[in-house]
């Protein structure tokens, strides 16, 4: 099944328009500027929106359906966080305009900055970064600049559990860091014995996601801090996983030193197809003179007559910008949002029901699908994506024949510690009734995968275009393949 383009759909003189009637005499377009060769179709106006409405309905959106992709935090993004982004005094704010013309936005980012203080645990915050990878480097490069400061030259190793995200081994190695790799342990906890053996002197520090990429909260996580303190390395918490915590616990008490948050993730960001995004960085009292700026202040404290006066400063010792101007300014007004309308109780509920969806999904596939590391999960968990009885089926199979269900696939292939890895994280947002027709989806899949593996195997059958060749689409990509004429 392919659409037909809008030149297939053209017509000789239709029209999709109507000029006026000139109020000043007609005369000839200059030369050279109109290109006979151009050959637009002729359209009505209502062929057009149709046609291109029918196309933008082509695409997955969270808006459209369940969308379970593990590690990404795909919820729902409430329709408030959009006009409040939209707000003429936001919108069009200009990051070069006089500071006193812009309190407004200083107000609401000094006030995210105490919240995103207050949820993490955290002495200060940057809101700089553009998203949880340029967090993670900007982290790590605060862990570089506190152990210079303090003559610690030699600590050039940073642990690193072999469940994390890719963007944690290539910020650590942009930075500079040789990268160690930490084998998981059969209860999906960091190896504590393999790390206590790399606690030395020229240890700069570990890079923990907890819950980590299994959706598994390290058990041993207060052994694993105090043995990296111990050794005098700092801890970076990859705070992409702050769904499953966010009210309930606080990094920063449970001994982590620096941490990004993934605002459009955990905060509520439409983020599909890569952005954007704002990762800011929160970080320990030892460490907030690192951070990057500018920082917003209150520089004159409210009167009676007056509201404060924000200003910006950058901390005496900071590893200087990340982003120009102010970071994602419209991705803080939909945290801001975000976080104002759910409130600390509300955002509790959150995690709470997170964890919940997440654990109410994994006990109904929970026997038709192996869970390889089997424990009480929390905002996401990875099933096997194969079974022995029928070793023709992959984790691929599985996720394109979800597609005929209707459903986005989960993540798959990740973590790699998990063969066949099938990554799903349901998050807050979904009803019973949802989760329920997504579990049985994958349990009818789970049968046709004995009865007829090659429905699985030539799935997706409901989609325009069928099994792709993912490495050559991302590397020859070819956004426009109809010419007119052709
Ligand atoms: C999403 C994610 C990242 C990277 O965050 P981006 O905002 O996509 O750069 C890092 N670690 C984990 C565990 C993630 O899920």
Not at 153 to 182: C, Q, W, Y
């Amino acid at each position: 099944m392919t659409e037909p383009t809008v030149f297939e759909m053209s017509s000789p003189g239709r029209c999709g328009f109507k000029f006026p009637a000139p109020d000043v005499p007609a005369a000839p377009l200059p030369q050279g500027f109109v290109r006979q060769s151009l050959n637009l179709p002729e359209l009505s106006e209502v062929d057009v929106i149709r046609h291109f409405t029918h196309l933008s309905q082509l695409n997955y959106s969270i808006d459209g359906g369940f969308y379970p992709l593990g590690s990404c935090t795909m919820k729902y993004n409430p329709k408030v966080n959009e006009e409040t982004a939209r707000l003429p005094g936001f919108a069009h704010a200009h990051p070069l305009q006089p500071i006193e013309t812009v309190q407004g936005c200083l107000a609401l980012m000094f006030e995210l900055q105490e919240w995103l203080k207050e949820i993490g645990g955290f002495a200060g915050v940057s809101l700089q970064p553009s998203a949880g990878a340029q967090g993670e480097l900007t982290g790590v490069l605060i862990i570089r600049a506190y152990h210079r400061s303090r003559g610690d030259t030699r600590r050039n190793k940073m642990l690193l559990p072999d469940s994390a995200h890719g963007t944690n081994p290539a910020t650590t190695a942009m930075a500079g860091f040789e990268v160690i790799p930490l084998p998981t342990d059969a209860r999906g906890n960091v190896d504590l014995q393999v790390l206590l053996s790399h606690c030395d002197d020229t240890l700069a520090g570990l890079m923990l996601t907890n819950p980590n990429t299994l959706g598994l909260f390290d058990e041993n996580l207060l052994e694993v801090v105090e043995a990296v303190h111990k050794a005098g390395g700092l801890v970076y918490g990859d705070g992409a996983n702050l769904n499953a915590l966010v009210g309930v616990a606080r990094p920063g008490d449970l001994g982590i030193d620096v941490m990004h948050y993934n605002l459009h993730k955990t905060f509520s960001t439409p983020h599909g197809g890569g952005g954007p995004g704002s990762g800011p960085v929160g970080v320990a009292e030892h460490l907030v003179d690192f951070l990057p700026g500018p920082l917003v202040k209150i520089v004159e404290e409210a009167t009676e007559e007056m509201p404060p006066l924000y200003g910006l400063v950058m901390p005496p010792y900071t590893i200087g910008r990340v982003k120009s101007f102010y970071g994602q300014f419209g991705v803080l007004v939909r945290a801001y949002t975000y976080i104002n309308m759910l409130g600390p109780d509300g955002l509790r509920k959150v995690a709470e029901y997170a964890v919940l969806n997440a654990n109410y999904l994994l006990s109904k596939l929970k026997g038709k699908y192996s869970l390889p590391y089997d424990r009480v999960c929390m905002h996401e968990f990875v099933l096997e994506g194969k079974w022995d009885d029928c070793p023709e089926i992959h984790a691929l199979d599985i996720a394109k024949r979800l597609m005929d269900y209707g459903f986005h696939p989960p993540t798959n292939y990740f973590p790699l510690i998990v063969h066949e890895a099938l990554m799903i994280e349901p998050t807050e947002t979904e009803s019973k009734q949802t989760l329920d027709a997504f579990a049985d989806a994958l349990l009818k899949i789970a049968e046709e995968a004995r009865a007829n593996p090659q429905v699985l195997k030539d799935a997706p059958h409901s989609t325009p275009v069928r099994r792709l060749d993912e490495v050559k689409a991302a590397r020859d990509l070819v956004l426009c393949c109809w010419t007119p004429g052709q």
